[in-house]
């Protein structure tokens, strides 16, 4: 099994800054790429950005500039910096894993888009 675990959200005012954390858990755990993703009342979710083991990001172009994202790999943790907030990033913030191997006690598996609970972020005066 692997486990995400997201934390950092909150309100906070336009103009402000939050950080996301994601940790994800399992035994024995290789992850490949790990993002983060959004979805406000209405709307379907969409890509903010991700990042592979090796560094390489994406980022959405409705972001660039404000966010950015970043992994410890020693930790199987992904960070989503968010700076100059608007209301229009209201949603709620999920992390996701695309593929992560891991061990069940017996042996390796492979797991696929894994997602964590979510974490709201509100950007309100």
């Known amino acids: 099994q692997v486990h995400l675990v997201e934390s950092g959200g909150g309100l906070v005012q336009p103009g402000g800054s939050l950080r996301l954390s994601c940790a994800a858990s399992g035994s024995r755990l290789s992850i490949d790429a790990m993002g983060w993703y959004r979805q406000a009342p209405g709307k379907e979710r969409d890509l903010v950005a991700t990042i592979t083991s090796g560094g390489i990001t994406n980022t959405a172009n409705s972001v660039k500039g404000r966010f950015t994202i970043s992994r410890d790999n020693a930790n199987n943790t992904v960070y989503l910096q968010m700076n100059s907030l608007k209301p229009d990033d209201t949603a709620v913030y999920y992390c996701?894993?695309?593929?992560?191997?891991?061990?069940?006690?017996?042996?390796?598996?492979?797991?696929?888009?894994?997602w964590g609970q979510g974490t709201q972020v509100t950007v309100s005066s």
């Open positions: 996701n894993v695309d593929r992560a191997r891991f061990h069940t006690g017996l042996y390796y598996t492979t797991a696929y888009d894994v």
